[in-house]
């Protein structure tokens, strides 16, 4: 096969994959947890952006020109699960009490503002300290170590300190221009703004800390980008996301994707309707603390 025949073949592959997409599509947007995350794809030379929504149990990707907020809020669309994701602007539509930041990416940001000089980097340590105080805690507490009334006593107590601190860094000002906040104070304050969404985790037990389960989505896309020539046109654009959410959802459901992905193109070449369908469970209710 040539490329401009592979690329050609893909065209009704992409038709008779619609309604297994759309499936997917349905349910991780009915989960009720979903985790969302972003990478970078090229057509050509321009770049465009692979957008991924997962849960447990699928993962829906979606290619996009733009990483705004209309691109994601295409991708959320009717979704009204709790929402895991890193502190990018673009999920800032998404409702804050059905947000959850990802404290790994938090961390990874004290985590460069402890290697700063004078009062930035004293304070970048101890906010680096007590995220990951407050994530051994959970998960020790996830583990039974804790007992209920402990986990919560010790946590408003890390949750005050860690508020102490990023409200102290929020007021560092530049030596030179002491009416200007310091990198440090801008990261604080905009923390400080994001507050309520550090914390979802506390109301609803289930919701986990990180986003590894979208970069986890992400990896084997992210492999391949590697070693191909991206896609081509928008035939191209079309069919990654698709053959993607196929081959990820069927690894997560413990199916073949190839089978499935066969049965679906068999009824689209005999021209008959696509009836195959993936055995995605029913999304199990979020507990409530």
């Known amino acids: 096969f040539s490329s401009g025949a592979i690329s050609e073949a893909t065209t009704p592959v992409s038709g008779w994959l619609q309604p297994l997409y759309a499936q997917v599509g349905e349910a991780v947007r009915s989960s009720p947890v979903v985790h969302a995350d972003e ?9 465009w952006w692979l957008w ?27 979704c009204n699960g709790i929402l895991v994701t890193d502190q990018h602007g673009g999920y800032n ?18 985590k460069k503002m402890a290697q700063r000089y004078g009062r930035a980097g004293i304070l970048g340590k101890r906010l680096l300290r007590l995220a990951r105080l407050i994530v051994h ?65 506390l109301r609803h037990p289930g919701v986990p800390l990180t986003n590894n389960a979208a970069e986890r989505a992400l990896r084997p896309y ?3 980008r590697k070693t191909s020539f991206f896609s081509q046109s928008f035939r191209g654009d079309q069919f990654r996301p698709l053959i993607l959410t196929m081959v990820e959802t069927c690894k997560r459901l413990g199916v073949s994707a190839y089978r499935i992905i066969r049965q679906a193109c068999q009824q689209g070449l005999a021209k008959q309707e696509v009836t195959v369908h993936l055995p995605i469970p029913p999304p199990q209710p979020l507990l409530t603390a």
């Open 137 to 201: 805690l959970h998960n020790r507490w996830l583990a039974g170590g804790y007992s209920e009334p402990l986990y919560r006593q010790r946590m408003d107590r890390f949750r005050e300190a860690f508020y102490q601190s990023l409200t102290e860094g929020s007021r560092l000002r530049q030596a030179q221009h002491p009416d200007k906040p310091t990198k440090t104070a801008n990261q604080c304050q905009r923390l400080l703004d994001d507050d309520p969404m550090l914390w979802t985790f």
């Open 93 to 110: 539509d998404y409702p804050a009490e059905r947000r959850q930041l990802c404290w790994a990416h938090v961390i990874r940001k004290f």
């Open 222 to 224: 992210v492999i391949w």
């Open 52 to 78: 991924v929504l997962c849960s447990p149990q699928v993962v829906y990707f979606m290619t996009h020109y733009s990483r705004g907020k209309g691109a994601a809020n295409a991708l959320l669309d009717e």
């Open 39 to 47: 990478t970078t794809h090229y057509r050509r030379r321009e770049r």
